[in-house]
Nanobody
Framework: QAQFVESGGGLVQPGGSLRLSCAASGTLFSIYVMGWYRQAPGLQRELVATITSGGWTKYVDSVKGRFTISRDNAAKKVFLQMNSLKPEDTAIYYC???????????WGQGTQVTVSS
């Protein structure tokens, strides 16, 4: 029943910016490592960024210096600020815990990010 809900995607030109939001539910949200995942057509799902409950972050090399993950534990939200977007960033973006574990049933609909001129 409970699932993550993503929003904020859209169509932007190369070099543009978007800020994605993820709304979560559950009393224990604040203890989990959260991640942003993306999946482009024909490719496997990729873990893009993670953030611990205390704010430690990690990024896949391809987005380092361009993306910033953050969270608001009180609001049960996680964000992804995406700058200097490239066409290869085009994908559906999802949030979930890292690892997904038994939250496999909580995947949301995702939010589409399209970077094109």
């Amino acid at each position: 029943q409970a699932q993550f809900v993503e929003s904020g995607g859209g169509l932007v030109q190369p070099g543009g910016s978007l800020r994605l939001s993820c709304a979560a539910s559950g009393t224990l949200f604040s203890i989990y490592v959260m991640g942003w995942y993306r999946q482009a057509p024909g490719l496997q799902r990729e873990l893009v960024a993670t953030i611990t409950s205390g704010g430690w972050t990690k990024y896949v090399d391809s987005v380092k210096g361009r993306f910033t993950i953050s969270r608001d534990n009180a609001a049960k939200k996680v964000f992804l600020q995406m700058n200097s977007l490239k066409p290869e960033d085009t994908a559906i973006y999802y949030c979930n815990t890292d690892p997904v574990g038994n939250n496999i049933d909580k995947w949301g609909q995702g939010t589409q990010v399209t970077v094109s001129s």
